[in-house]
């Protein structure tokens, strides 16, 4: 079996994703082609964003004019989980962003029917509220107080730049949700230090950090994480576009499952990253590398953390060790 065969065969999750960012940017131009061309810029291969000022830039300037109400969002969302099942996704965490004023102005639970109402048949999606860390005021402070009696929500997730700290509310806000149930995820690792995944970890009490890269640089945060069960949500070719990590080749993830960290494969955002999830597995294989063996251990990492019935986790489990068998 060749290796993109393989990586197409295994049943995948995706744990970091997105929704603003996972547009499709082909609904761009076919909705607005004298305003969005079909090869832009920022898609061509060799293209790294200068700073995160640009890729924000970027990003909102091309998710902000679509979503505007909750049938774009339910059209985004059709789009993407086709290419998810297409790529043999069976699971799904996707944050959106809580609206702010002047920002997203549809009611988040108005986004989450929305996007619920567009999963297939076969692909189990989990939703997220996400925010930034400066979220936690006026109008917003109601709303995310409330979040957790919101059934229809699997969790939350603090995002945005690290160089903003984090707000005293977040640990009582983070502690609270968890006692209703809800997962709770963090952004760290990424932009800045090892020292900001200490911080999720031990301050905000989170077992779920997207990136965590940079905890490599403190072995003391990496043997922190494997002691309480951490999973780190990566994505890999965002770190190389981001300038987080210079390339594949360098990249810490296989450092960081030596170690024992758990770690899961993500794509973050597509729309302004130009990847898919085979490809991010298909660039680990060629860039950096890695074995059929370790692919598979990305894999079956996703559904040791999935939110799924214990029976439905040892069926995909069960399919993956019998995938790596075959063509081990």
Known sequence: ?????????????????????????????????????????????????????KFDEILLGHALPWFVSAERYHEAAKTIFAKHVAQNVRYVETSFHLPVSGFINTPAREIIAAIRSAVPPGLEVRIFAGMLRTDYAGPMQEVIDDLGNWDELAGVDLHGHESAPTEPWTAKVWSRLREAGKITKVHAGEFDGARRVREAIEQLGSTRIQHGVRAVEDPAVVALAVERGVTFDVCPLSNVKLGVIPSLAGHPLRALMKAGVRCTISTDDPLVFANTLNGEYTALAAEAGFTRAELAQLVRNGWEVADVPASMRMTMIAEIDRLVGKTG
């Open 1 to 53: 079996m060749k290796i993109d065969a393989f990586i197409q065969s295994l049943p995948k999750t995706e744990t970091h994703l997105h929704i603003e960012g996972a547009l499709p940017y082909a609904r761009l131009h076919a909705w607005k082609p004298e305003s969005y061309p079909s090869n832009p810029y920022f898609h061509a291969p060799d293209f790294r964003y200068p700073s995160f000022a």
